[in-house]
């Protein structure tokens, strides 16, 4: 499945901390700015009751929508049945990429290492999130870009700002997207603040490729 089948703005809003009772109003700014993927971090508050709120609001035809910091199998069994079609994880775990892979989600496993990202891939897994990206640098996410299959989706985790010296060198060097996270939103933040940073991020990506 390809990283890119719901979306031609390929950024991932990365949610920690959100809330149920916040969720659908976060997510209508996002949207409207022009996000298709929304990942709600487990360990935010009841993180499996915003998910399912998500899913029911927005379906999963046009958008991914789903969790993050997604770590064992109970986990994903959880997530799948909130009809969600997204999975990423901090971390490459074989059984859970490949639990995912197989009920058709879209995943984003973490990955720093070349035996990491060969082991993901081998599990199925089409997209990898260098996490955190400040340990691969942009050498390195090039490097291991040149031994991947080429059809391997690599975004860069961690640190990204809405800048095009932020975004441009990884763009450059072959990354699909980007995961943003306290960068784009904080529990804190009101939906005018979350708004302007999503439209920010949104016109520089779009500005650098």
């Not at 390929?10 to 949207?31: E, H, N």
């Not at 081998?122 to 050498?139: R, Y």
Request: overall charge negative.
């Amino acid at each position: 499945m390809s990283s890119d089948t719901n979306s031609e703005i390929p950024l991932i809003a990365i949610l920690r901390g959100v809330t149920p009772q916040t969720i659908l109003d976060v997510a209508s700014v996002l949207v409207t700015a022009g996000f298709t993927k929304i990942e709600v971090p487990l360990n935010s508050p009841k993180a499996i009751e915003s998910i399912r709120l998500l899913v029911k609001e927005y379906g999963t035809k046009n958008f991914e929508l789903g969790a993050g910091t997604v770590t064992r199998l109970d986990l994903v069994e959880q997530v799948l049945d909130t009809g969600a079609n997204l999975v990423v994880t901090p971390n490459c775990n074989v059984e859970v990429i490949k639990t995912a892979v197989d009920a058709g989600c879209i995943t984003y496993p973490g990955v720093v290492t070349p035996t990491e990202a060969f082991d993901a891939v081998h599990a199925g897994a089409t997209n990898l999130k260098l996490f955190p990206i400040s340990m691969v640098g942009v050498g390195g996410m090039s490097a291991m870009k040149s031994v991947l299959p080429p059809d391997i989706a690599l975004f860069p985790v961690g640190g990204i700002d809405a800048t095009s010296e932020s975004m441009s060198p990884y763009l450059n060097k072959g990354a699909k997207g980007f995961g943003l996270g306290s960068q784009l939103y904080k529990p804190s933040m009101s939906l005018d603040e979350i708004s302007r940073k999503a439209n920010a991020f949104v016109k520089t990506y779009t500005a650098v490729i």
